[in-house]
């Protein structure tokens, strides 16, 4: 499975972006496809993540900002970025998995992307 993620930038806080992460090659039994972050000095963390029946998990510091959707059709989860704080900035990871939950967990994800910078300023 490769995992193609697009759409990160540099904007100012308060802007929006959107993330896009296509999957391809051996993609059945792929369930859950989720957005990590990692920012610098800091640990990888969960930020959004869905299933094949739409089930998501969203971070308590982004639930009210960014929203997670699939296109199942395109093997792609986008996550929409509104109200950017510069504390969002981070190299975002594409994560995909067999769980038949958005999990949380790291361990849950079989494949990654190869990460997209965002960068917010103030």
């Not at 759409?7 to 993330?19: I, T």
């Not at 059945?28 to 094949?52: C, D, H």
């Not at 509104?82 to 190299?91: F, H, I, R």
């Given at each position: 499975?490769?995992?193609?993620?697009?759409?990160?930038?540099?904007?100012?806080?308060?802007?929006?972006?959107?993330?896009?992460?296509?999957?391809?090659?051996?993609?059945?039994?792929?369930?859950?496809?989720?957005?990590?972050?990692?920012?610098?000095?800091?640990?990888?963390?969960?930020?959004a993540?869905i299933?094949?029946?739409?089930?998501?998990n969203?971070?308590?510091?982004?639930?009210?900002?960014?929203?997670?959707?699939?296109?199942?059709?395109?093997?792609?989860?986008?996550?929409?970025?509104?109200?950017?704080?510069?504390?969002?900035?981070?190299?975002?990871y594409?994560?995909a998995?067999?769980?038949?939950?958005?999990?949380?967990?790291?361990?849950?994800?079989?494949?990654?992307?190869?990460?997209?910078?965002?960068?917010?300023?103030?």
């Amino acid at each position: 499975v490769q995992l193609q993620a697009s759409g990160g930038g540099l904007v100012q806080a308060g802007g929006s972006l959107r993330l896009s992460c296509a999957a391809s090659g051996s993609i059945f039994g792929i369930n859950a496809m989720g957005w990590y972050r990692r920012a610098p000095g800091k640990q990888r963390e969960l930020v959004a993540a869905i299933t094949s029946g739409g089930a998501t998990n969203l971070a308590d510091s982004v639930k009210a900002r960014f929203t997670i959707s699939r296109d199942n059709a395109k093997n792609t989860v986008y996550l929409q970025m509104n109200s950017l704080k510069p504390e969002d900035t981070a190299v975002y990871y594409c994560a995909a998995g067999p769980s038949n939950w958005p999990s949380g967990s790291d361990y849950s994800y079989d494949y990654w992307g190869q990460g997209t910078q965002v960068t917010v300023s103030s």
